[in-house]
């Protein structure tokens, strides 16, 4: 008997604990609140007035709330924040930002690297790598580098002042196979 138990222990701790692991793969999910990737300590979601107008992207993850999960197993759920004037951006762009918040995949689909720098004067964000440049008013698009197709955005929302994802990525994130 002892024995059993001790099996089912075993097992349903496993089972448990690779579930949550697969949780923690999923890419941002709809009702996960964005939360700063550098913090230290309790997740805080993300905030519109957190991410400052047109600078250096933030660098955000998943956060499922309501099971305080920290979506960070798989690089591919990388997020990147930009802020905009909400009156400066085309009726579409506005409809998937939140009060002038756009979120983007933080990996470049040229090769896999991070997304993490603006060029302020070129209004591009970009990869160090190999400086492939993604226009975050015209839905990601490649305007400079060996990209070779738009940079992922994903919808977002403001709940009680707090980003929240909206939906699915508009594309895979990272680089395709083939």
């Not at 009702?31 to 992207?57: C, F, H, N, Y």
């Not at 603006?118 to 839905?139: E, I, Q, T």
């Not at 939906?167 to 680089?175: L, Q, T």
Request: hydrophobic share 45%.
């Amino acid at each position: 008997m002892k024995a059993a138990l001790a099996v089912t222990a075993l097992f349903g701790g496993t089972v448990r604990s690779a579930h949550a692991n697969e949780a923690a793969d999923l890419p941002p999910q709809p009702g996960d609140r964005l939360v700063r990737m550098d913090d230290e300590g309790a997740p805080q979601p993300l905030k519109a007035t957190d991410i400052p107008l047109a600078s250096k992207p933030v660098r955000a993850l998943p956060f499922a709330a309501d099971d305080a999960l920290l979506r960070d197993g798989s690089r591919l759920g990388r997020v990147i924040l930009m802020r905009f004037d909400p009156a400066a951006l085309d009726a579409e762009t506005r409809a998937r930002s939140a009060d002038g918040v756009l979120a983007y995949s933080a990996v470049c689909t040229h090769q896999g690297c991070e997304v993490s720098e603006w060029d302020a004067n070129g209004g591009a964000m970009f990869c160090f790598c190999h400086f492939s440049k993604f226009d975050p008013l015209k839905a990601g698009t490649v305007t400079a580098g060996p990209a070779g197709r738009a940079l992922p955005w994903l919808p977002l929302k403001s709940e009680n002042g707090e980003l929240v994802v909206a939906g699915s990525f508009s594309s895979a994130p990272g680089v395709r196979k083939g």
